[in-house]
């Protein structure tokens, strides 16, 4: 049995291909958004490859495994979880990238990617009339939601540093802050009915600078306002408990999200 099929437009349907959302798929989440922050300076600076040469061989790597994932016909954690973590280090270079070899300013690159995020949401919404992530079962709503991601996670590192280090709040500080901004959204969809699909976009854009305040808290030198864990340790350590996290969820019956939720044509 097939799990793919078409509509009466033609058009290609699979089985659901994102998790569901859960407190293992936040965790994961913000593990690989740490992850984004401490491999992207690890590769640059203590490898020495540079900022260019890190970014071309991390998007090479990114889009051959976005190449798996939209071949797939139904979600399947390993793969999926591998493309989160790529394209959150791939976002951090972008960023990386223009503020400190184009010198672009930080609330500029701030204000460019929210931009995006948001022209990429209008688009999304006008074609298919949902943002939501529990109907991803289209080549074209697979697309929008990854180049939603990887905005997300340019947008998150942008102003992560900029609240980080333009404002001087510090690692510390700053983990707080999104933390408290975070808890905040919790309230608002849980106690006041914000829009669920509003929700999740506004916590999967914060968690990207927790993770990577998290990320700096630990790895930077005591001096530098860190606990001096370097960013070979954080990222090993990050990364085994992504990998075991995923492994329980490649359990048969975890986190297969097969559902797909019908919704009504305009």
């Not at 996670?153 to 510390?172: I, P, Q, R």
């Not at 106690?191 to 930077?220: E, H, K």
């Amino acid at each position: 049995m097939t799990s793919t099929h078409h509509d009466s437009h033609g058009i290609r349907r699979m089985l659901n291909k994102v998790p569901q959302v859960t407190a293992i798929f936040w965790i994961i989440k913000v593990l690989a958004t740490t992850v984004g922050e401490t491999a992207a300076d690890f590769l640059g600076v203590n490898l020495n490859l540079g900022l260019t040469i890190t970014t071309v061989i991390m998007a090479a790597l990114l889009a051959i495994v976005l190449v798996a994932q939209f071949r797939l016909q139904r979600y399947v954690p390993a793969v999926y979880w591998l493309a989160v973590v790529l394209i959150s280090v791939v976002g951090t270079l972008i960023t990386d990238n223009l503020v400190d070899n184009f010198g672009v300013p930080l609330w500029v690159t701030t204000a460019v990617f929210a931009a995006a995020l948001t022209v990429t949401f209008v688009a999304w919404f006008a074609v298919e009339k949902t943002l939501s992530i529990h109907s991803i079962f289209t080549t074209r709503r697979e697309t929008f939601y990854w180049l939603a991601v990887l905005f997300t996670f340019a947008l998150g590192t942008a102003a992560g540093d900029l609240v980080a280090e333009s404002l001087n709040l510090g690692y510390l500080l700053s983990l707080v802050v999104f933390a408290v901004a975070i808890a905040l959204v919790a309230v608002a969809y849980f106690a006041f009915r914000l829009n669920a699909v509003l929700a999740f976009w506004i916590a999967y854009v914060l968690t990207r600078p927790l993770g990577a305040s998290t990320g700096d808290l630990l790895s930077q030198s005591t001096k530098d306002g860190g606990l001096g864990l370097g960013t070979t340790s954080t990222s090993l350590l990050f990364l085994l408990v992504i990998l075991a996290l995923v492994s329980v969820l490649s359990f048969p019956g975890r986190g297969l999200s097969s559902r797909v939720d019908v919704e009504p044509t305009a």
